[in-house]
Structures are given as C-alpha cells and as structure tokens.
C-alpha cells in the first residue's frame, strides 16, 4: 500500500472544506503541506465559530483525515517527513 507524505503534493493538490463557512482551501495544488496548513488556521482565525479549532496540531489533524478520506483507500496512512513507516511481518503481522 503507498503511504503519503507530507512532502509529496498528493493527487489533485492539498485539498480542504470547512463546512461551516462552505469554505475550501484555494488553488490547492498550489499549496505545499505548511502552507495549506497555515491557509486553514488564518481561516480558522478569522471566524469566532471557528477560532478554538485553529491550532496547527487540530489543523493539521483535520487536513491529513481530509486527505486521506478523499483519496483512494489504498492510500494507506500520511506520514511526516522524518517519520519512518514501522513495517509488519508478513507472516505473523509482528514487528
């Protein structure tokens, strides 16, 4: 299964809605992961509904479930840049 990263642009760019302010995330492919996320809480900031969601981690959080719910399900988990993908025995589903 590919892992996405936060590096890589995934298809069709750093996408995101927020429903409460029918609001999306402009020209995503444009954006690389710190500036879709920086984007989202300058949103978040400037809407009282929205500002205690506007923390990097919780923006962060809600980016990468929206990712990874929009794209194909054999994306299988976005990973930071100096995260290492634990790999599992094949046999036995260890580590």
């Known amino acids: 299964m590919p892992t ?24 995503p492919m ?8 920086l984007a989202i809480m300058k949103h ?6 929205l ?9 962060q959080n809600d980016l990468e479930a929206f990712t990874l719910a929009r794209l194909p399900k054999k994306t299988k988990s976005l990973i930071a840049p100096n995260e290492t993908p634990v790999r599992k025995c094949r046999s036995c589903g260890g580590r």
């Open 44 to 49: 978040r900031q400037a809407n009282p509904v």
């Open 51 to 59: 500002r205690s969601r506007a923390g990097q981690i919780e923006v």
């Open 4 to 27: 996405l990263t936060r590096t890589e642009t995934p298809n069709g760019g750093w996408q995101f809605y927020q429903p409460e302010t029918n609001w999306s995330l402009p020209d």
């Open 30 to 37: 444009n954006h690389s992961w710190d500036t879709a996320v």
